[in-house]
């Protein structure tokens, strides 16, 4: 890699960053793991368990782990992800992603959205590694999130980095708040999606990238 050159980071990645993270949140929460773990074993009695019987005696440690895991993408920005790898290329193709994971929790129940991204670009003189599509994906995934906002998102980030002819994102996902708990419909799932550019302007070109990600989701 070293004798690769590092491409300069395009001055509006910082831009682009604040401007789609329209949900602010602290770097430095005023809010210390002990009294994240004393809210856990409240909840847990509130349930009407005893948080000191022998298999509960770690889970609120476990609890604010796994929580602070899921919600990583709080603590990173596209600017820190991306490391320069935006490379000046005069490729005009569509870039297609398609069926990247996503595990994501929605912000009204913190329950998990289990599904999956397809992503694709067509560039305008700038490529991105293929790998950081993947981990935009991530650290949109890995907050609080409305799938329809993690859609958003990902193609805003994209849109941003590149400035290419245009992106289409969509997300299928399943939400167990909704599978789970409310109206119990397993089998259910949700799809979103948000094009820009050519694929916004022009029904071929989104109905090319429509056929080439058509499949059956299947996440059970
Ligand atoms: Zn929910």
Known sequence: MSNIPTPKVPAD?????SAIAA????SNPPVSDAEMMQA???LLIGLGED???EGLLDTPKRVVKALKFLTQGYNQSLDELLNGAVFHENANEMVLIRDIDLFSSCEHHILPIIGRAHVAYIPDGKVIGLSKI???CDMYS???QVQERLTAQIADAIQGLLKPQGVAVVVEATHMCMVMRGVQKPG????TSAMKGVFAEDPK???EFMSLIRHSPNFH
Request: hydrophobic share 40%; aromatic share 4%.
């Open 13 to 17: 990645l910082v831009l682009a960053d």
């Open 23 to 26: 949900i602010k949140t602290q």
């Open 40 to 42: 856990v074993r409240t």
């Open 51 to 53: 948080p000191d019987r």
């Open 134 to 136: 993947a981990r935009i």
């Open 142 to 144: 890995r907050r609080l």
């Open 188 to 191: 259910s799932w949700t799809a």
């Open 205 to 207: 070109t989104r109905q």
